[in-house]
């Protein structure tokens, strides 16, 4: 049996005690801000918010190139010469880190690369399914990519962005459609589907009663496996909205709640106080 190591990007927002338990190996997408590339995971969140604060302007953000990548996976190898890497990568359809994987994975052997199809909440679901499973069942690599691989479609996030201002300064809304949206307190729900960012939803009012509609309408599209669920925030978000989150997921009968807090990457375009929901299909 060959040592399997797990990889992902940041952007899977993946907390630190669960990246240190599992063994999980980070590689940082990237921040650009008044002109320093920052690595995502370096620059403290609300170092941003402020930025936006200052100059109306939001960071603009890159992917993880293939230099990085040959680096990172050789750093692997290195410190587990005889390892497995199975790379789960942030989707494809909204970065080009992915691709950017692909090539730099030609030079190795021993390395599988799977394009997640998600990001934040979404794609950390579908690491901690390998990362659990492979604790489990620790000889299961021949099947393992597999099973990986098979979850990916199930995985389901939702999630409203905490600012239609940032979604504005980052062009993803008009100024007229920003106005309107703010003058009616409308919120979007923005959903993972197949691998693309889709507006599918719209919500009205205050956030506190857009997150009950926005989960109430998740578990009616999904059937989520209720030993698992992922809420997402954003810093921002109100406590008391947490707080009722939690008793919600608890309402539905599901026995795991995992916070997961929006890194660098997610927050740069979604802006302070968002909150978002992310699990697995049961079939």
């Known amino acids: ?139 299961i690599e021949p099947a393992l990519i597999e099973k990986i691989e098979a979850v990916v479609p199930k995985s389901k996030l939702a999630f409203i962005p905490g600012s239609l201002e940032f979604l504005k300064a980052g062009g993803r809304v008009s100024n007229m459609a920003s106005l309107i949206g703010a003058l009616l307190k409308i919120k979007p729900c923005i959903e993972l589907k197949d691998g693309k960012l889709v507006s599918t939803k719209k919500y009205r009012g205050k956030m506190s009663g857009a997150t009950e509609k ?12 209720r030993e698992q669920l992922y809420l997402i925030y954003s810093i921002g978000l109100d406590e008391g909205i947490k707080q009722r989150m939690d008793e919600v997921a608890k309402e539905n009968g599901f026995k795991n709640v995992r916070w997961i807090q929006a890194g660098g990457m997610i927050s740069t375009h979604s802006g302070p106080g968002g909150f978002g929901v992310a699990g697995l299909e049961t079939s």
């Not at 926005?214 to 496996?225: A, C, N, P, T």
């Open 214 to 225: 926005l989960f109430s309408d998740y578990l009616k599209e999904f059937d989520i496996d």
């Open 1 to 139: 049996m060959r040592n399997i190591i797990l990889s992902n990007e940041s952007g899977a927002d993946l907390p630190n005690d669960l990246v240190e338990k599992y063994n999980l190996q980070v590689v940082p997408m990237h921040i650009i801000m008044d002109g320093k590339d920052y690595l995502d995971g370096s620059l403290p969140v609300p170092d941003i918010y402020d930025y936006y604060d200052r100059t109306k302007k939001i960071p603009s953000t890159t992917a993880t190139n293939i230099h990085k990548y040959q680096e990172f996976f050789t750093s692997i190898k290195e410190k587990y010469p005889d390892c497995t890497i199975i790379h789960i990568g942030y989707t494809s359809q909204a970065s080009s880190s992915f691709q950017n994987a692909v090539i730099a994975a030609e030079e190795f052997e021993g390395l599988h690369l799977i394009d997640a199809l998600n990001v934040t909440g979404g794609l950390a679901a579908v690491v901690l399914y390998a990362a659990d499973l492979l604790e489990k069942e620790p000889d």
